[in-house]
């Protein structure tokens, strides 16, 4: 896969693909999927992000079969109406990309279901969101779920105790927790999709550090992440050739379920696609059970 790039995408022609997120990653990858002929679902909360997110669309590829739907990863009720809407409207989906996210709120923030809103935003409303699309992802020909997760998810830990940090809230620490729920989620839902015959490949990546709304809009300028993205925004790549990862995992025939995708250099935060070192707390597979059973039972949905 060596220097694989977007140009190396197989035709997406008679392929149905949902990206959550209307910047950033999430609109390169729409952008990206729309060239090489698939019909692109775009989901965020935002309507004129999505209209604008389209519009950008159909000026650099006329012919492509892009549109917005709202969806709101904080809500349940809003992942539900979604998801009915959704099956409403169509019998498969050949591709979900699960890209939307939110990056260290300063302050905890919780949703509407009671849910720390990174945990929520970046992981419980994903769950839900592939719960309630799985029916048509079954009817789809070799469907793919692609879950972003981030370098940060390095650092991750599950923390059972206090999952939606009530006791005591970190940003960084949620939002590693959350990405690391990502990937193991990504795991979790490959090993099922082997062990039931479902038909359906799960893969996780991440894009290293890219130049993107998320990073854009994180904490205030003396924060970590403010200081550096203040200051070393330079050193960070376009979100375009951060996309990549997901790119490949969601279309290339080189990429295994199972595996997770990555940038190549510079500790995986730039560069090209390749495969990604796992942190060892990813692979425990009993933590990943007890985090699948309680997401099911916090969004009221099994998959």
């Not at 002929?37 to 992000?49: D, F, Q, S, T």
Request: charged share 20%; net charge positive.
């Amino acid at each position: 896969m060596a220097k694989w790039t977007a140009s190396d995408i197989p035709s997406q022609k008679g392929r149905a693909a949902i990206v959550t997120g209307t910047g950033g990653l999430g609109l390169e990858d729409a952008l990206a999927l729309a060239r090489a002929g698939a019909e692109v679902i775009i989901a965020g909360r935002n309507p004129g992000k999505g209209a604008e997110a389209v519009k950008r669309i159909r000026a650099e590829v006329p012919s492509a079969a892009a549109r917005f739907e709202q969806v709101d990863l904080a809500n349940l009720r809003s992942v539900a109406d979604f998801c009915d809407r959704l099956r409403g409207q169509r019998d498969s989906l050949d591709l979900l990309i699960n890209n939307a996210a939110v990056m260290v709120p300063p302050q905890r923030q919780e949703t509407v279901d009671g849910f720390e809103l990174q945990l929520a935003t970046n992981y419980l409303g994903h769950f839900a969101l592939t719960a309630g699309l799985m029916p048509l992802l079954r009817n789809g020909k070799n469907a793919r779920i692609v879950s972003l997760s981030s370098v940060a998810a390095r650092q991750g830990a599950i923390d059972f105790d206090d999952l939606n940090a009530r006791h005591s809230y970190n940003p960084m620490r949620s939002y590693g927790q959350s990405k690391l729920a990502c990937l193991m989620f990504a795991f979790s839902l490959q090993r099922r999709s082997e062990a039931g015959g479902w038909g359906i490949t799960s893969i996780a990546a991440h894009p290293g550090i890219s130049r993107t709304d998320l990073l854009h809009n994180a904490p205030g300028r003396w924060s970590g992440v403010g200081i550096a993205r203040s200051l070393l925004w330079f050193m960070f790549q376009p979100a375009a050739q951060g996309a990549l990862p997901t790119l490949f995992a969601a279309t290339s025939q080189q990429a295994r379920g199972g595996a997770y995708y990555g940038p190549d250099r510079l500790g995986e935060t730039r560069g090209y696609p390749a495969a990604s070192k796992i942190p060892p707390q990813a692979l425990d597979v009993e933590i990943a059970e007890q985090l699948w059973e309680i997401s099911e039972h916090l969004v009221g949905r099994a998959i």
